[in-house]
Structure formats: C-alpha cells, structure tokens
C-alpha cells in the first residue's frame, strides 16, 4: 500500500539564543524521512520564527511509514562554521495508518536536544495519503491496531481473541561502537534513539504481519520492552494478544458511568451480533462473522475434527458435590481434545469477559540465567528467541501440572548486568471455558451460555485439579459459597480481581522486600552464583509475602509482579500484589512462632510478647480493613488465631533431640496455625520486619490493580505521579541485614513521602502502584514508582477528620517540611538523609483549571498559517485504562517514545534529584504534545516501562534513559453525554480542563 507523506513546517517559539552578537538565532529547518531530507528557508535574527513552508511531499512505501520515524531538525545556520543543532522532533507515523485514527499530525512539537533538554517549540502539519495494495506478499501491516490496555477496550467489542504474538529484533548498540570514541556525546545519543525508533517501528510492523496471518485486527496488551545489553548489542522484545475487534458505533451502547468502574468491567464486551454492521470501522475479515468464538492458533486453517465434541457441555452448572468429578473430567477431556491442534494460549489480558474464565490454578513462573553473546548478524535472532521458547515452554509445563491449559495475565521482564542476564516469565495458570475455544458461528446468545459457566462470585476460585492428584501439597475445602467444589485455602494471580468476584471488606497493598549480598565475579562463575541464589530468594520471598497475607488477615493476592534484579555484589527481590478477603475461600488463620528455644524466661516472654503483638496486629487490620466474614460451618474454617499460652507445647529446648523436633511437621495438612520457625536470628529478624511494616494513614488506601476492592463509589478527580528515588550504599560492614532494612526503610519512605504529598485528596486511594528496583551501579539502588491517586465519596469512606489524617501524616514524614505545598504542577522533595545519602525526583501530573489558565496565559497566540486547533488544553495522564466520571470515544493510536538525556554539569542542575526531576517533567510534555497533535485529549494505560539512569559523580556526568508507552484516547464527560445522541462525536464535546472546573 504504497503512499505519499506531506509536511509542512508552519512557526517555532522560544527557541533559544544561539548568537551571542544579537541575542538571536537565525533558525531553519531539516525535514528527513528515509533517505530524502527537505530544508526550509532561513528565517534570520528571531526567537519565534514562521517559516510558513511549501508542502514537503515523500513518495514511499507503507513499510517505510510503518518502520521510519518523521525526524525534524532545528539548526542554526552560520556562515562560516558548521550549522549549530538546536533540537530534534520524532514523529511516529503509525497512528495515521488506522482507517478510523486521524488524518492529520498537528500542534506544537517540544524541541528536544539530548544534552540541553526542551529548547522551544515547533508547529507542524504531517498529512498521509494511502494508495490501496492488493500485494498478497505485501511486508506491511497497516490497519493493526495496538492497544497497551490489558482489557478489552472500552469502545470496542472482542469478535475473536486469537491468542499470543510475539517477536523480537537485534542490532548493535551505537553506544558501544568503535566511531563512538570520536563523535560527540550528542551525536552517540541521538544515533541510538534513531536505532530504537527503527528498531521499534519494525517490530511492530512484524507483530501486525503476524496478527494479519491469523486474520485478527487489532493486538491488545501491547508490552515492548529494551534489553540493553553494553557490548553485546541492542533487543526490542514485544508480546502482546491478537484480537479482531468490532467498534461500537452506537454511542447508547458506551460503558457506563465511570464513577463506578467495577461496572463497567461487568460489559459483555464480546460481540452479541451475529451478523456485524457492514460499515464497521477495522478491515473486512472473514472471521467478522465467527461471533463469540475464540482461537489459540497460530494458523487460521479450520480444524474441525476435535470441535464437534464440545456440544457435549452439561446444559447446567455443577449440581452437587456427587457431580465433581464426571464433570471436571469431561471438561478436562472436551479442552484437551479442542487444544490438540493448536498452540498452548498465551494472554497477556489480566482483565477478561465474564464467562471467559472458568477456573483459576495459581500464578506459573519460570527464570533462567544467561550469558549474553555478541550479537554478529542482526537478521538471524535465533539465539535469543530460543531462550525465551525454554522459558515458555517451563510455563507450559507447570500450568499443565496444576490441569490448566492457558496462561493469563502473562508478561516476560529481564536483568541484565554485565555479561549475565536474568530471563523472568510469569502468569497464572487457568482453565477457560471451551465454548470459546470453538471456530465458526455457535448458536444461541450467550447469556443462554453464561448461564451454564460456574456460580458468579466462585467459580473461579474453585481448583482446576483433584485433590487426589495435587501436584503440590495444599490444603483444600470447600467453598464456602456454593458449598461443592474445593477451593484452596490461599490464591496467588497475576491478573486483576474478575468483577463477579465475592470480596469481603477492602483490600491493600502488599509488598515483600529482600537483597542478599554475592561475590563479585565474572562470566560463567557469576552466573552460576546467581543461579544457586534464584531459588532460595523466590522461595524467601513467598514466605514473606504469606506472612503479610496472614497478618493482614486476607486469603488471595491479585496483579502479583515479583522483580528479580541483579547488580555486580547483590541481588533483590521485590513482590507486589493486592491482598484481598474472597468469601469464597476459607477464613484464614493466625500467625503461630515456634522453633527451638533457650530454656532462660527472658526469652519465652519475649517470644510471647511478639505472639501477642502479632495476634492483635490481625485484630486491628482485620477492623482495619472491614474484614467481617459472614459465620460459616466450623469444618471449613481454617486455623484458628493461637493464643500466646498455647505456644509452649511447640517449643523445643536446644537439648532436645533432631528427631524429636521433626515431629514438627509444616508441609502438608491442616494446622493450628501459619506456623513461623525461629531456629536463627534471620528468622527473628524476618519477624521483627513483618511487625515493622506501617499500614497507610487514615483515610488512605494502596493497591496495585486497577480497581481497589471494595470502593465502588469513585469521584472524577485524580492525579497521576511518577516518582524515582536513588539511594548510595556504604560499602563499609554492609550485611544482609543492614542491606534490607536500607532497601525495606527506601521503599516505605518513598510511600510515605507520597501519602504526605497527596493529603489535600483525603479520603483517596493509590491504584495502579507500579514499583521497579534497579541496580545501575555498583552500590546504587533505584526505585521508580508509578500510580494515580483517586478519591472516593468521603460519606461512604472511612470516618476520619482530615484534622486527624493530617497529624498522622505530620508524624510519619516529621522531616519533610521543607516540601513544596501541594497540588502542583510539578513538584520535588527530598527526604532526609540517615546513614547514606538520598536523592529523589517526582512528577505530578495535575489537571487543574489554574495551572492551565496559567499555562494559557504565558502562551503567545497562534501564529498565522496554524490550525485553530493548535492551542489544546492539558492532556490527562492516567496508568489506568479508563478516566472516573468519563467515557473513551475514540482511540488514536499507541504513544511507545524512548528519550534519552545526558548531563556534563550534573551538580550546576540540581544534582541528581534536580536531574531526574526535570527530565521527567519533559518527557511529560513531549507525550502531551504528541497526544494533542492527533486530536486527543487524554493518554489511558500510561506505564514508565524503564528509567535507566547512571552517574559519574567524579566527573560530574549522568545520563538517563527512560522509555514510556500508553494509549492517546478521546474522551468525553458524563455530562455530555446527552448531546451525542444529536451531534457528531468529534464536534460535541468540550475537553476537560477547557473552560472552568466544575465540582462533582
């Protein structure tokens, strides 16, 4: 699909002072794509020039425009030198392809230079004209569309889910290149971001090539990641899920109100037409009439012979506990026999259809250690696309043990330090329902077969396996729901809590925390230390995760991300997940300490004295959090909270015998108790930590998943932020010890310093907490966090004065009243330092009427030759995929940027904190601006995938590289809703944030 690209280069702004002689520049214009470049005059002696060019017309190829970046250059032109680089702009074509995206790139573009940071502004108009091609062996894939969103989104309906795409591509890295040593810091840096932009626009074109053979439209949880691997040389990674998705035109049938969100997840967004509006947007397959089906394959040749058994389902759900087995076993028989021709599915989805997921096995997950090689030929990535087949191939297995045949809520990470390098895969094993494993047209509607799935609430608690047959030792009961399937008495996902399921009270933010020390070593022998550390610190830090579990006195985690990271002396773990109470599941029990003992008092007081603190720990979350279960039969009940009295029988004197002390056994079965051993002082230590962790003030809640569970009542206002922290170790008598209480102390000061900042928003909630720890350097530790703050209908919230709040918050950051008064457009703090110094930058997205009438203000008018459209309020920023209080109309396309930002006067900028700060800040504008350009008014599922970040103190050097990627959306108010019904979407709404704020 041959196509012509124009351009046209309208005016600049602020640029800045280039010649010293008159405090002016003398500007002009580079316009590059592929090979050929177009220049515009020279505008001379003007800090806001308007150029006002002819149309720079390309002649290429759709594979060109898919691959290529736009690049527009500002210089400053000098007689007698070499023209001066002012700043660079890269503008991705793809959102142009999409037969229902914009038309047009227009607005004003930041200037951006790797060294000085924004340097003005640009307006320009980028226009794509496309020639129909009907090359069967085109290399194109226009009309694909990419979402980052991990859920269905929200104006669109899922006709087919196909399955799992993935593609990697390799390059050397520029950086390390032999001319590197004799070109400039600028000119290294903006060769590698030209690289990850090519490199970034070929993959993506792959994947849609791939999503075209299974004859699908569209790829839904979109995650590309960088593997930067020094020496060896450059990966771009991407998964993702292909779809063929169907856009709702009719906008009656938009989601409900987002006040609401849990809602709004309760949307069939599955096709419920069989026969499909003819005119819908996305290109004509011929699976458009395969309605409600679902297709693993790779290859979209009809396999038939296995799908005319699945007609075998039971009309009705499970009647009785008698009925168990027959059913399960026939379920198990119809999925195996419609999965043997095709590929075990993948799915990067956490959020899914109701009846889709039928049973949940727990969280899958495989690590393997690698020594990186050279990369000599690019074409030919066999090598690490093998890694990556063994780590799947380790998932498939462990999901089939636990008698599941998909993988969901799936992402893939790695760590690299050196020449080693850390592959982690992880998902959780489930079973779905094979109805929608069926190709072709099924009768019935399908709220006739969500009748027939699992009681809404717990069928997917119940185990996909036997009891008989465990593939590990648990402990099952009956549900305390329906009362006959087995549950398992803790549940670990990956993926976001379904919206039919049963939640008792709130949920909360658990993290589990661990860094232990290693020699420092090389190639093989590093490896293999780090592989004999894997298990014991995976195995550590599921304990911990328990522990919390227990003490908060909860029985399932949901969106579990567990980090391995590895550094030249240590290695660290970090778990995040939400823990909530499911009513489904058995009421869990205490926490229970034995372990040998000294035979002195002090000491069994002192045990008793933590089992104590502990039990009344459980007591004050469980009120905490409104844990108040119904009353249930005593057969299911789990283990009971012990009290301090009842420990004495299982403690054991250091004279007794080993064999007398395995009589202790933990492995299997039902218990008093969560049982903690004390047998050294690490495990006191592990105790004294679990006790150590502080709840969140009043009025405060923290989740990583979309939607905390239990508030439904969210308000329209929320406040997106970014933050990083870095902290130095001493070297001197590091232990493992110290090295966790640094790392533990990092991250909760880091929290609190957010729950300080965030107070104005009481009673609020942090969803959507993304933590990522890095190792930079040696004796570096970093920590980026990413989230949004959302308040919810203070009458319904927890009783408590924002007096009451306040004073809790003064007393958890007593150090911090230097901060900036907050809300703020953007705001930095520092806390202070202890034993080893700390430095921080933060980023506070607010959309607030002041800041942007302040914003309008200093703006200077449009210059002439721009559209009216150039003047666009501020953008929302959100990690969620919908905004409370509105409604996505439209989706124009996948933002996926990559900046990278280098310092020669690190201390003249603030150091480090004022480093980070500002380059996060500018990488919030050049998104804006991007969005604004194609028409939108707001970035949905907005994720910092990574922030690479090193220091040369001694040279007073730092550099950055951060990459971001989310969703460019259109939305509109709630109450604006009613005039769509008379009016053409794109000319009746008003952006948020044009015109005054009104309260909600």
Not at 381 to 410: F, M, N
Not at 443 to 450: F, M, S, Y
Not at 745 to 767: A, Q, T, V, W
């Amino acid at each position: 699909m041959p196509g012509k690209l124009k351009v046209k280069i309208v005016a600049g702004r602020h640029l800045p002072v280039m010649d010293r002689a008159s405090d002016l520049t003398d500007a002009f214009v580079e316009v590059k794509f592929g090979n050929t470049t177009f220049k515009t005059d020279v505008y001379l002696k003007s800090l806001n020039p308007h150029w006002n060019s002819e149309w720079f017309k390309f002649e290429v190829d759709d594979e060109d425009l898919q691959d290529e970046p736009l690049q527009i250059t500002v210089l400053d032109h000098d007689t007698y030198s070499a023209n001066d680089a002012i700043g660079k702009v890269y503008i991705d074509i793809d959102p142009l392809l999409y037969s229902e995206a914009a038309t047009v790139i227009s607005g004003w573009f930041p200037i951006y230079d790797t060294i000085h940071g924004i340097r003005g502004e640009i307006n320009v108009v980028v226009k794509v004209d496309l020639f129909n091609d009907l090359n069967r062996f085109r290399q194109s894939s226009c009309g694909v569309k990419f979402f980052c969103t991990t859920s269905i989104p929200k104006c669109y309906r899922a006709v087919v889910i196909h399955g799992f795409v993935e593609e990697l591509v390799v390059n050397e890295d520029p950086e390390y290149q032999w001319i590197d040593r004799i070109r400039t810091p600028r000119a290294s840096n903006e060769a590698r971001q030209r690289l990850i932009s090519l490199m970034s626009g070929e993959l993506q074109r792959k994947i849609g090539l791939k999503v075209l053979e299974m004859r699908g439209n569209a790829v839904v949880g979109y995650l590309q990641c960088f593997d930067l691997e020094g020496e060896s040389g450059l990966v771009v990674r991407a998964i993702g899920t292909a779809c063929t998705l169907d856009k709702l035109t009719n906008p009656a049938t938009f989601l409900p109100a987002c006040h609401s969100p849990s809602k709004e997840m309760k949307e069939i967004p599955f096709s419920e037409d069989p026969k499909p509006n003819a005119h819908s947007s996305g290109p004509s397959t011929p699976l458009r009439n395969h309605t409600y089906s679902f297709s693993p394959s790779k290859s979209y040749s009809r396999q038939s012979s296995s799908d005319t058994d699945l007609s075998l389902t039971p009309k009705t759900g499970m009647g009785s506990a008698g009925k168990e087995g027959p059913f399960k076993a026939l379920l198990r028989q119809q999925t195996q026999s419609a999965l043997e021709q095709r590929e075990f599915p993948f799915f990067t989805l956490t959020a899914f259809p109701p009846g889709f997921l039928l049973h949940v096995g727990g969280v899958v997950s495989a690590r393997s250690v690698k020594l990186l090689d050279r990369i000599h030929n690019p074409d030919e990535p066999e090598t690490r696309d093998a890694w990556w087949a063994e780590i799947r191939q380790e998932i498939k297995s462990h999901a089939k043990a636990l008698g599941c045949h998909a993988v969901v809520g799936y992402s893939e990470s790695t760590s690299i330090c050196e020449e080693v390098c850390i592959l982690s895969a992880s998902g959780t094993a489930a079973m779905l329902n094979p109805r929608f494993l069926q190709d072709g047209i099924v009768e019935g509607c399908l709220e006739q077969r969500l009748g027939e799935s699992q009681p809404p609430g717990c069928g997917f608690c119940h185990t996909p396996y036997d009891e008989v047959n465990t593939p590990f030792p648990a402990h099952l009961a009956l549900c305390c729901c329906c009362r006959r399937q087995k549950v398992p008495d803790v549940l670990l996902t990956t993926i976001d809590l379904p919206a039919q399921a049963t939640v008792v009270g709130k949920g909360c933010l658990i993290q589990a925390r661990l860094c232990r020390l290693k020699k420092k070593a090389q190639a093989e022998t590093n490896a293999t230390a780090i592989s004999n550390l894997l298990p014991f610190m995976e195995y550590e830090v599921h304990t911990q995760l328990m522990n919390k579990l227990k003490l908060k006195g909860m029985n399932a985690l949901f969106g579990l991300r567990i980090q391995i990271t590895v550094g030249e002396n240590m290695v660290m773990g970090l778990a995040s997940a939400t823990g909530v109470y499911l009513a489904a599941l058995p009421m869990p029990g205490g926490i229970q300490i034995a372990g040998k003992t000294p035979s002195d008092g002090s000491y069994e007081q002192h045990v008793s004295h933590m089992q104590k603190k502990i039990n009344d720990t459980i007591a004050k979350n469980k009120e905490l959090y409104e844990i108040s279960p119904p009353e249930v039969v005593e057969e299911i009940i789990g283990s009971p909270i012990p009290e301090p009295r009842q420990r004495s029988r299982l403690l054991r004197s250091q004279s007794e015998s080993s064999d007398e002390a395995t009589e202790l056994d933990l492995s299997h079965g039902k218990k008093d108790a969560f049982v903690l051993e004390i047998d050294d002082t690490d495990a006191m230590e592990d105790v004294h930590s679990l006790l150590t962790d502080v709840p969140p003030p009043a009025g405060f809640y923290s989740c990583n998943t979309e939607i905390m569970p239990g508030i439904n009542n969210w308000t329209s206002e929320i406040q997106m932020f970014t933050s990083v922290r870095v902290i130095r170790l001493s070297s001197l008598n590091l232990t493992n010890q110290v090295l966790n209480k640094n790392f533990n102390d990092l991250c909760e000061n880091l929290l609190k310093s957010l729950y300080f900042k965030l107070r104005s928003m009481i009673p609020c909630c942090l969803c959507h907490v993304n933590f990522t720890v890095s190792l930079p350097e040696d004796e570096l530790i970093q920590v980026t966090v990413t989230a949004v703050a959302i308040t919810f209908d203070k009458n319904q919230a927890l009783q408590t004065t924002n007096t009451q709040a306040e004073k809790s918050l003064q007393r958890a950051s007593s150090d911090n009243e230097e901060l900036l008064q907050f809300p703020l457009e953007l705001c930095s703090d520092s806390l202070p330092s202890h034993s080893f110094p700390t430095v921080k930058a933060a980023a506070v997205d607010k959309a607030s009427a002041g800041g942007e009438g302040a914003a309008r203000a200093r703006a200077p008018p449009p210059c002439p030759g721009s559209s009216a459209g150039s003047s666009v309020s501020v953008v929302r920023m959100t990690p969620l995929s919908f905004i409370p209080g509105a409604r996505i109309t439209k989706y124009l396309g996948i933002i996926n940027m990559f900046f990278i930002r280098e310092t020669t006067s690190l201390r003249e900028e603030g150091g480090v904190s004022g480093f980070l700060h500002a380059f996060i800040a500018e990488v919030f504008a050049m998104v804006r601006a991007h969005v604004a350009a194609l028409g939108g008014n707001a970035v949905v599922s907005y994720i910092m995938k990574q922030c690479v970040f090193m220091e040369n103190p001694n040279k007073n050097q730092a550099q950055c590289l951060i990459n971001v990627s989310g969703d460019a959306v259109v939305f509109v108010r709630e109450s604006d809703v009613e005039a769509m019904s008379a009016q053409q979407p794109l000319a009746l709404y008003q952006p948020l944030g044009s015109g005054p704020e009104v309260p909600t």
